[in-house]
């Protein structure tokens, strides 16, 4: 697989992807500057974390007018697999990509830590090496990863199963104390409809080997490789 | 002096969506002994400045807004002419 790694102004955890898929998963990937109008044929790219344009205005308000957005915008629209990771999420539901928001933390703290994320779905790209239940140990670090939405809509999102993630207990239960920002219904990651999109605040590419303290993060790498070979067999490509 | 138009325009947060920062701020106030505050809700304003030539900046003002100034996902706005 080829993976394309934006760049905004203020992105700060774009190298991290990077070495993950190059070092750890062992595929292709370039790094896209996003005054870019080119994807140079990603199979999958990557908005990362960081402060894209300093947070200014609304966290990740002002980088979908950047010019690689509008390829990236299109690319979704047509299939292709775009993930947001923490400030790249933000960006997509800033978007349009992806629905709701992601507001101040509960708490008000920017939050650094190992958290438990239950997959709740794993028919998407993304999950499909796990099993549904699997408890994935992945870090986060952010102000803004409150997930809000109006109760319709969450249902909607529950219903059509594109919750990808929750925070939770190690035993795998929901509670209050396992909700490190506010997130309604404790929503860690989501998908949009056709399950091509992924936005989650925890970043599965800060967990990708034993010295990070976890490796759980490979899983998402691992299960997009795993789509697009599948993809390739069936001839869909 | 220049005759540009002015316009401001108050951001606020949707009825029921919660407001962490008003909610620490009223949290202070009660700390401090001002018991008498129900509540506090958070926002913003942008003031505006266009230029005297434009016309019809309504439209214009209405644009920015919902292409960029807000998140009209959670917050709402209001435009006051200065």
Redesign the interface.
């Known amino acids: 697989m080829k993976v394309g790694v934006v760049t905004f102004p203020g992105s700060n955890c774009d190298y991290d992807a990077y070495t993950a898929v190059k070092f750890v998963i062992k595929e292709e990937v370039e790094f896209l500057w996003h005054k870019s109008d080119n994807l140079l044929g990603s199979d999958l790219v990557i908005l990362p974390g960081g402060f894209s344009y300093g947070d200014y ?2 966290a990740g ?1 002002i980088a979908k ?1 950047s010019p690689i957005m509008d390829k990236v915008i299109s690319f979704a629209r047509e299939g292709g697999l775009v993930v947001g990771i923490c400030n790249g999420f933000q960006v997509l ?2 978007s349009g990509l992806l ?3 992601l ?6 703290r920017f939050n650094c830590k190992f958290v438990n994320l239950r997959v709740e779905n794993n028919n998407s790209p993304y999950t499909n090496v796990c099993e549904k239940g699997d408890i994935l140990n992945i870090p986060i670090a952010h102000g803004e990863g ?1 997930y ?3 109760d319709g809509d969450i249902k909607k999102l529950e219903d059509n199963g594109q919750i990808a993630f929750k925070y939770c207990m190690p035993d795998g239960t929901f509670s209050t104390e396992a909700n490190p920002n ?1 997130s309604v219904n404790n929503i860690a990651g989501i998908t949009n409809e056709d399950g091509n999109v992924l936005g989650m605040m925890p970043h599965p590419e800060r967990a990708v080997e034993n010295i990070l303290g976890s490796t759980d993060g490979i899983k998402v790498f691992e299960s997009v490789k795993r789509f697009l070979n599948s993809k390739k067999t069936a001839g869909i490509t | 002096m220049n005759n540009n138009q002015k316009v401001v325009v108050y951001v606020r947060l949707k009825d029921g969506v919660l407001d962490p920062q008003g909610v620490t701020i009223h949290k202070a106030l009660g700390q401090m002994g001002y018991d008498e505050f129900e509540s506090v809700k958070t926002g913003r304003f942008f003031e505006l400045e266009i230029k005297d030539s434009v016309e019809n900046i309504d439209n214009r003002v209405k644009e920015v807004c919902s292409k960029l100034l807000v998140n009209p996902v959670i917050e709402k706005f209001e435009v006051e002419k200065a």
């Open positions: 205005l609304r308000s007018f539901t800033e629905p709701g928001a507001i101040r933390n509960k708490h008000l409150n809000y939405n109006f506010g």
